[in-house]
């Protein structure tokens, strides 16, 4: 009897893929990280990256104390967040710089495909 491992751990995959996800819900609601740039790249798909304090980066804030800024921020921080945790955008790459380490967000609705937790299988070698 051969146990198919692959249906035995993709379950498991995809709930630390989830896991992250909450995660990231949860740093972006309590201030620690923040959106720090768009990407929109010319295949029509935007990608967000988040940054912040807990990752090495600087918090997003407006120049000059300018509290309506401040606002619209905070509500895109909340709006992710919102998303994230109803599965509709993931955690999509992590990057690493030098002194910062940023994570990006993206999904069906902000135009790239959905990240799903994946083994890949062995390839078959001819005999």
């Known amino acids: ?3 198919q491992w692959r249906s ?3 379950p498991y995959l995809e709930g630390f893929r989830q896991a992250i996800d909450l995660s990231v819900a949860a740093l972006l609601l309590s201030g620690q990280i923040t959106i720090r740039s768009v990407i929109v790249s010319p295949s029509e798909e935007i990608r967000l990256n988040v940054t ?3 990752f ?3 918090r997003t804030v407006a120049k000059g104390n300018r509290g309506d800024v401040d606002l619209i921020i905070d509500a895109a921080n909340i709006v992710a967040a919102y998303l994230l945790i109803l599965n509709q ?3 999509s790459g992590v990057f690493l710089q030098s002194q910062r380490f940023t ?3 993206g999904g ?3 135009g790239s495909p959905k990240t799903v937790a994946n083994l890949p299988a ?3 070698t001819r005999s």
Do not use: R
């Open 1 to 3: 009897m051969t146990i």
């Open 8 to 10: 035995v751990l993709l």
């Open 52 to 54: 912040g304090p807990i």
């Open 56 to 58: 090495g980066g600087g």
């Open 89 to 91: 955008i993931n955690v």
């Open 103 to 105: 994570m990006t967000l």
């Open 108 to 110: 069906p609705v902000l």
């Open 122 to 124: 062995k390839k078959k």
